[in-house]
């Protein structure tokens, strides 16, 4: 694959200073004040609207992913809150404008083409949401957000003389010593029990702000508010709380099963929080990679196996330095694959230690970079901006494409088995940990006044109701109630995570095909994405060759699947 160039701008000036308002707003100002009249006129103005938006997200995109590989930079840290409070107050109300001259404009309703129907909902979707009141708050919520990898990515603990990231230290949870393990647990907690109080607050701030701005654009509570803000139209919150029930009747007695396993051939009397990461045989650690050099080159080879374009991809963005995988002092927590709408090339950021769960994120964070690429020819920039339950899908499917290929990680057939099984109990356990967060969302936003006290007791009620009950916390009760802080999206993007849950269910339908007739599945699934968002969620999972379904016979259905998968692997 050839280096990827951005197309040649036919709005924007090639060197405008996009922190500069006076340079910017000018570009607003012309589509907000064109006349329009013939279609050929609309479509211009869409494709310099269209331009506009890619050039002015890549633009922040990097502003963040430059912030989040060094929180301790203080001066990038400004650079992305300066621009956020602003730059995007006064963008916003001209967008507003800008969305209800598209939405009013009468050559929309002639656009019959569904892609477009879309983008024109999405967009009478930001209409009905705008308020000028709330310009001045979204802004402060988004920086109090922010606040959550800047006191999160600081932490580290002290080892042996080490200090190590809260990554590192998560990967010692895998070491066959369990006293080690315990001692690393318990020094990890130490370290979360000294923000905790902090977190508290700042999620009790964010939950009074949001609801904040819910009610002031009228909505009753920001839990509907959200849903809109999502554009989620082809589910209810009612189509939530089925999956969250089904995932409670099929997958938790699974999970059971899978925690009885392990404290049987561990030996144990009780299983302890810092027994659920090592391999219960007492094997060593897996070790699929060594340093972030040989991650990259190996993905690039299973991502090669599975598709040659997939591996091109990879290969491109590391050409690019669209890539930073390993884990560093200072860097913000977790992985992302962060879309460049305009250069159509995204970039990956991990914080990889050498784990399996490092290998696994490369392969997910490369699903969403492929679904990038399959997307970057569309036309119009929101065409590529598809929802979380399609993207998912790309990644976590990916996930499991890879796995006929993991021996390029694992030469040794017994290490091979045990990543696979590792991986298929790992996706169903996931499940009821997602349900939790979603249910516990939809508490908090329906209950916006709710105290700390209050919100503790609903996440250990929610835990009981979705934990596997074989684990013993009664060392640890702090731990365990505020065991929901590790989650960003709670605190980052709110409600934006179910959709994990809806696209895992998607994957292993998609995992089952290809276990049917390979090279049928990986087309469908390549077709399925490079749609964007130009179909609905359901008509991109019909592509995919799935179907969009949550409810408790579907999920039982493809729980056995994997069950007769892990049965193989035995």
């Avoid at 959550?148 to 080490?162: C, D, H, P, Q, V």
């Avoid at 899908?393 to 040794?412: G, I, K, Q, R, T």
């Avoid at 999972?541 to 039982?556: C, H, L, M, P, R």
Wanted: glycine share 6%.
């Amino acid at each position: 694959m050839d280096i990827p160039s951005k197309a040649p701008r036919t709005f924007l000036s090639e060197n405008v200073q996009l922190d500069d308002w006076s340079e910017l707003g000018s570009y607003f100002d012309d589509l907000e004040s064109r006349k329009i009249a013939a279609k050929e006129e609309f479509m211009k103005w869409l494709s310099d609207l269209s331009e506009l938006e890619a050039v002015l997200e890549e633009h922040l995109a990097w502003k963040y992913i430059k912030m989040t590989i060094d929180t301790r930079d203080e001066e990038r840290s400004k650079d992305y809150q300066r621009f956020i409070t602003e730059i995007q107050p006064l963008i916003a109300p001209l967008s507003d404008k800008i969305n209800r001259k598209l939405v009013a404009h009468p050559l929309a309703e002639k656009l019959q083409e569904e892609a477009f129907r879309i983008y024109i909902h999405k967009s009478g979707l930001e209409v009905k949401q705008f308020r000028t009141e709330n310009v001045p708050l979204l802004t402060q919520l988004r920086k109090e957000a922010q606040e959550y990898g800047a006191i999160t990515g600081g932490l580290s603990i002290s080892f042996e003389g080490e200090t190590l990231t809260m990554p590192q230290a998560g990967a010692k949870l895998q070491d066959t010593d369990r006293t080690l393990r315990k001692s690393i647990f318990e020094a990890i907690n130490v370290v979360r029990g000294e923000v905790r109080s902090q977190l508290d607050e700042l999620l009790l701030s964010l939950v009074k702000g949001r609801n904040e701005v819910a009610l002031n654009a009228d909505y009753p509570n920001f839990r509907d508010y959200a849903f809109d803000m999502l554009g989620r139209v082809d589910y209810s919150p009612e189509d939530c709380y089925r999956f969250h029930q089904s995932i409670a009747k099929e997958i938790v007695p699974l999970v059971r099963g899978f925690h009885e396993e392990r404290k049987t051939k561990m030996g144990l009397e009780t299983l302890k929080p810092y027994d659920l990461a090592v391999d219960p045989e007492g094997n060593a650690p897996l070790s699929p990679f060594k340093g972030a050099k040989d991650l990259l080159e190996k993905s690039v080879e299973v991502f090669s196996r599975v598709d040659p374009y997939f591996g091109s991809c990879l290969s491109t963005m590391d050409k690019m330095g669209h890539l930073d995988l390993a884990s560093k002092p200072g860097k913000s927590p977790g992985g992302y694959n962060y879309p460049l709408y305009e250069i159509g090339v995204p970039f990956i950021f991990m914080n990889a230690v050498g784990t399996q769960r490092d290998m696994v994120t490369m392969m997910h964070e490369g699903g969403h970079a492929v679904h990038s690429f399959l997307t970057r020819e569309l036309p119009i920039t929101s065409f590529k901006s598809c929802p979380s339950e399609v993207a998912e899908l790309a990644s976590m499917a990916m996930e499991l494409l890879s796995m006929d290929h993991w021996n390029v990680f694992y030469e040794d057939e017994v290490a091979l088995k045990r990543a696979k099984k590792d991986h298929l109990q790992d996706l169903l356990s996931v499940l009821p940990w997602i349900a939790t967060v979603d249910e516990f969302q939809h508490w908090l936003y329906l209950n916006p006044e709710h105290s700390i006290e209050e919100r503790t007791k609903k996440w250990l009620e929610l835990g009981t109701k979705y934990g596997s009950g074989m684990v013993d916390w009664s060392e640890y009760p702090d731990a365990l109630s505020s065991s929901w802080q590790k989650q960003l999206h709670i605190y980052e993007v709110p409600f934006y995570y179910i959709e994990y849950g809806m696209a895992q269910l998607g994957a292993i339908a998609v995992y089952r095909n290809y276990r049917k007739d390979p090279e049928k599945a990986i087309q469908q699934y390549k077709d399925a994405l490079s749609l964007g968002y130009t179909k609905s969620i359901g008509e991109i999972y019909k592509t995919a060759g799935i179907a969009f379904d949550f409810s408790q016979e579907y999920v039982k259905e493809l729980a056995n699947f994997i069950r007769e998968e892990l049965n193989a692997l035995n």
